[in-house]
C-alpha cells in the first residue's frame, strides 16, 4: 500500500486524558490549545485527520447538512471537489452528518471519509459545496483503504491524525501510526471513563501492544513536556 506517513499528535493529561471540559479553568486550556497548534505547525504536512465530533465542535461551526434527494441514484465512488486543492482537512463521518458552509476550514480543502452505507442525499449535497468524499468500508471505516485513496487521489503524503481516542486507536491497531507526538500536559484528571489518547473499540479485534521508540524529549513552556516517538515499523 502506497500509504501517507502518519504522525498522531495530541495533548494529554499525565493520566492520557484528552477530554479538555474536565479540565475547568478556560484561560489554561486555550493556553495549552495553542502550544498544541504551535507544536502542530513544526511538522511538515499536506493535511490534518480527526473525527466527526471535533470538527462539529470546533470547526464546522456546528452547521447542519441540507440534503436533498437526488434525480437519480448515486455510485458510491470517490469525489473530488477542488484538483487545484494543495492542503487538506479529513473529517472521518462515517455516517455522513456533517454540515459545512463551504469546501474549505482553515484554507484547507475538506475530505469527507463516508461509509456505503450514507444516504444519496448527502451525497448530492457534498459536492454542491464542492466538498471531496471518498469511501472506506461498509458499516465501520477502513483505515487502510482510506490511507491508499489518500496517496492515490490527492497531492498527500504527510498526515497530522488528531482524532479522538477511538479514530486514533484504530489506526494505531492497524499498524498505521509512523509518529507520535505527544504534548503532555502537568495535569492529573482521574475522570472515570473519559476517553485517552487511543482507545480500540469492541469491534476491531485487537492487535498487539504497539513497541514505541523515544526519538526526543523536550520540557516546553508552562511545564509541558513534549514526547516525540517512532515506532517500530517506521524503523525497520
Known sequence: MNKPHIICHMMSTVDGKILTSNWGDKKLIDDFSGLFEKYH???????????????????????????????????????????????????????????????????????????????????????????????????????????????????ISTIMLEGGGHINGSVLNAGLIDELSLLLLPIADGTPKSPTVFEVSDYLTKAPATLLYLSEVKQVEQDVIWLKYKTKKSES
Not at 73 to 101: C, M, Q, V, Y
Request: net charge negative; aromatic share 12%.
Open 41 to 155: 505547525e513544526t511538522f511538515e504536512s499536506d493535511a490534518w485527520m480527526c473525527g466527526r465530533v471535533t470538527m462539529e465542535k470546533d470547526f464546522s461551526g456546528g452547521v447542519k447538512p441540507e440534503p436533498v434527494t437526488p434525480p437519480v441514484p448515486i455510485e458510491r465512488k470517490a469525489f473530488i471537489g477542488d484538483n487545484n486543492a494543495t492542503s487538506f482537512a479529513i473529517a472521518i463521518d462515517p455516517d455522513g452528518k456533517l454540515g459545512w458552509e463551504g469546501n474549505e476550514t482553515g484554507g484547507d480543502h475538506i475530505i469527507e471519509v463516508l461509509t456505503t452505507q450514507v444516504g444519496d442525499d448527502y451525497l448530492y449535497y457534498l459536492p454542491q459545496k464542492g466538498i471531496s468524499y471518498i469511501f472506506a468500508g461498509e458499516k465501520e471505516v477502513d483505515f487502510s483503504s482510506v490511507l491508499d485513496q489518500l496517496a492515490e487521489l490527492f497531492p
